[in-house]
């Protein structure tokens, strides 16, 4: 039992350069969600998913997009990429949509833009 | 708009004290509410977390309160080591049709030196 698992957990692009952050649970959970923690602000929600097909915004969604074809991934991609998205980016899954069992983090993808 | 403030933002205590993290929250309308740690450059881990209809929780050398009605939640340790230097996050699960939408406080900074 993996847990959460991101990939890459490092990455340098340069500006107008798109990449995808992988995002893979193995615990059967519902709902999946994208978080980017920075200096000051705290952690955010760009986007989540209450299920494969089921996608939503959450806090910051603007400059990425994401899908969710399996229960299992939850890709988050940066189509053009700017200074602005350098953060670091969790992963969160649930069991349920309330998150009745609390939420797993996976360790993190540390993105700079150049 | 679901606030929620940490405090004190930074601790150092010698090693066994007994110390408490404070979390409070501006919207009582909770689901739960759940209590993380992150080590430097690290993801989040789970540490506690406390369904609104609980008072308290208790994981070894932590508890956990709530009080929904003032709007706060504190963790406590005790008998603090220097494994326990990291940093502190609550987390406030909206719940109903706020699916998944954790609002985080920014954190308490513990450092617990020998």
């Known amino acids: 039992n993996a847990g959460v698992t991101q990939t890459p957990k490092f990455q340098v692009l340069k500006t107008g350069q798109s990449m995808t952050l992988q995002c893979a649970q193995d615990?059967?959970?519902?709902?999946m969600s994208w978080y980017r923690q920075d200096p000051g602000m705290g952690l955010r929600l760009i986007h989540y998913s209450v299920g494969a097909g089921i996608t939503d915004q959450g806090e910051v969604p603007n400059g990425y997009n994401v899908s969710r074809s399996t229960t299992e991934d939850f890709p988050l991609r940066l189509l053009s990429a700017a200074p602005s998205q350098t953060s670091v980016y969790f992963c969160?899954?649930?069991?349920?949509?309330?998150?009745?069992?609390?939420?797993?983090f996976g360790s993190g993808t540390r993105l700079t833009v150049v | 708009k679901q606030e929620v403030t940490q405090i004190p933002a930074a601790l150092s205590v010698p090693e066994g004290e007994n110390l408490v993290l404070n979390c409070s929250f501006t919207d009582s309308a909770i689901y739960n509410l759940q209590w993380f740690r992150q080590d430097p450059g690290k993801g989040l881990t789970s540490l506690l977390l406390i369904q609104s209809s609980q008072r308290e929780q208790t994981s070894g050398r932590l508890n956990a309160s709530l009080d929904k009605s003032s709007g706060r939640s504190t963790l406590y340790i005790a008998a603090s080591q220097p494994g326990d230097s990291a940093t502190y996050l609550c987390?406030?699960?909206?719940?109903?049709?706020?699916?998944?939408?954790?609002?985080f406080g920014q954190g308490t900074i513990l450092t617990v030196h020998p």
């Open positions: 987390a406030a699960n909206a719940g109903g049709t706020s699916y998944g939408k954790l609002t």
């Open positions: 615990m059967n959970h519902e709902y």
């Open positions: 969160a899954s649930s069991l349920t949509n309330r998150g009745n069992y609390g939420y797993t």
